[in-house]
């Protein structure tokens, strides 16, 4: 038996060969179509691939039921757009105790965090841009302007970075980039705001 969110989907274990097989048949079936897999149990027990194709090595002759739980991906972005938020407290805290550091004259550690933070940054930006082009969101002006003044921001630092200018950077940390940061609130809830409407035409 192969169930889709509590539904079956008419589907026999026994005309595949293994996992794999049966995974990607489901897949192709349109069962899951504008959702993301959360969870897949196998005779029940939760089952997550440690290695890629894991799934292929499960021969079908052990399976008795195969159940895959999902989500829809817009209620997925949302969840997302909420870790996002958390993402943004991260990158002010980050930022301050960078700022600390520097201003300790504990240059060593301080280049550490400030490395993690930068890291942190790209990824958020990367992450609300994928979510952006994902849902094909509105042109919100605060987003445009959110990522113009990070960008510019970026570059500036940058620069103080390479003239080892520490307090420099300490300010701009401070007075220019925690506010920056900050700003992403409001454009993080516009951006879930935009996908529940999405979702709610659909």
Request: aromatic residues 6%; charged residues 30%.
């Amino acid at each position: 038996m192969i169930m889709v969110d509590g539904r079956e989907t008419g589907l026999a274990v026994q005309s595949f060969e293994n996992l794999e097989q049966l995974l990607v048949k489901v897949m192709e079936d349109k069962h899951l179509e504008g959702r993301i897999v959360t969870d897949v149990l196998v005779n029940k027990e939760p089952f997550s691939e440690i290695y890629p194709h894991q799934a292929e090595d499960v021969d079908a002759s052990g399976i008795e039921t195969v159940e895959i739980v999902s989500v829809a991906t817009s209620e997925m972005a949302v969840n997302i757009t909420r870790e996002l938020y958390k993402v943004v407290t991260l990158m002010d805290r980050g930022a301050r105790r960078v700022a600390d550091l520097f201003r300790k004259a504990d240059d060593a550690e301080a280049l550490e965090v400030y490395q993690d933070l930068m890291d942190v940054t790209r990824d958020f930006l990367g992450m609300i841009g994928v979510l952006r082009n994902e849902f094909s969101l509105k042109q919100t002006p605060g987003f445009n302007q959110a990522a113009n003044e990070i960008s510019a921001l970026f570059s500036e630092m940058l620069e103080v970075l390479e003239n080892e200018d520490w307090i420099l950077l300490a300010d701009l940390l401070e007075y220019e980039f925690i506010p920056a940061v900050e700003r992403w609130k409001k454009v993080i809830a516009q951006l879930r705001e935009d996908i529940k409407e999405i979702a709610r035409a659909a």
